[in-house]
Structure formats: structure tokens, C-alpha cells
């Protein structure tokens, strides 16, 4: 099964009162794709 998944896909910058990160993937296409992931069946 195929499935093409359309959106963004970024780069984001987190900060937070524990820490502070660059370059971390996000994008709604990312987590789009990764829950649609869960739903193949291994090939």
C-alpha cells in the first residue's frame, strides 16, 4: 500500500525550563508520516 503524505516538514528550536535545543525534526507532515508508520505492515 502506498500513502503520500502532504505538509510541512521544519526544523524546530525548543526551549524549556529544563533545557534548550536547535534542529529538532517537526513539521506536521513528520508526525503525520510517523503515525501512519504504525499501520504498515513491515515490508
Same mark, same amino acid.
Given at each position: 500500500?502506498?500513502?503520500? /503524505?502532504? @505538509?510541512? /516538514?521544519?526544523?524546530? $528550536?525548543?526551549?524549556?525550563?529544563? @533545557?534548550?535545543?536547535?534542529? #529538532? #525534526?517537526?513539521?506536521?507532515?513528520? &508526525?503525520?508520516?510517523? $503515525?501512519?508508520? &504504525?499501520?504498515?505492515? @513491515? &515490508?
Amino acid at each position: 500500500m502506498s500513502l503520500l /503524505v502532504v @505538509g510541512t /516538514v521544519a526544523f524546530d $528550536a525548543i526551549e524549556t525550563p529544563f @533545557g534548550k535545543t536547535d534542529k #529538532i #525534526i517537526g513539521g506536521a507532515a513528520t &508526525y503525520a508520516s510517523l $503515525a501512519a508508520s &504504525y499501520f504498515t505492515s @513491515g &515490508y
